[in-house]
């Protein structure tokens, strides 16, 4: 059996490190787009002995500042295992293509047991997530037309009905 070659003197024999990846795509990808760079960092992570935990498609959302003259962006969240040098490959192939247009990466914990973590991704939740997902003004505007239309007059009868008690309060002094 050969021995395993350790990238850090920090890491211990058959464990991992766990991360966190986010990254945002043009906000004109389509769900091809999508797809084609999700397998791309699927392959990656997998053919480097790292461990997929979760994988989510946040929709397109309005980004902070301007990023590659974009004010918008599709984010996707990727939770994974994986040994040191597999954040340099992911973020390699990131670089590359050619519809990321900003990724960050964060390491959670070091020498995780690679059977600790419950992996939840199926290839059901995996192409859930080329998906494009709702854009997130769109959502805010059905959410107030639809808060518009439901009309609760339970507030203006609370405050109808302490105007009159503190009325009659008044009037007994």
Do not use: C
Not at 12 to 31: F, H, Q, V
Not at 41 to 47: K, P, Q, W
Not at 133 to 141: I, K, M, S
Not at 152 to 173: F, H, L, Q
């Amino acid at each position: 059996m050969a021995a395993e070659r350790l990238l850090s003197s920090r890491d211990i024999p058959g464990r991992l490190r766990e991360y966190e990846t986010i990254y945002i795509l043009r906000p004109d990808a389509n769900e091809t787009t999508i797809s084609e760079v999700n397998k791309k960092v699927r392959g990656v992570i997998e053919g480097n002995g790292g461990q997929l935990l979760k994988v989510e498609n946040w929709g397109k959302r309005r980004l902070a500042f301007e990023v590659q003259k974009h004010l918008k962006g599709t984010y996707l969240f990727w939770h994974y295992l994986g040994k040191s040098g597999l954040v340099d490959e992911v973020e390699r192939n990131l670089k590359i293509a050619d519809s990321v247009i900003r990724f960050y990466t964060v390491k959670i914990a070091e020498n995780v047991e690679p059977g600790s973590k419950e992996a939840s991704v199926t290839d059901e939740s995996f192409a859930s997530a080329s998906v494009p997902g709702p854009d997130e003004e769109d959502l805010a505007v059905g959410h107030r037309s639809s808060a518009a239309s439901h009309d609760d007059d339970d507030d203006d009868d609370d405050v109808i009905g302490a105007r009159v008690s503190a009325s009659a309060e008044g009037e007994e002094k």
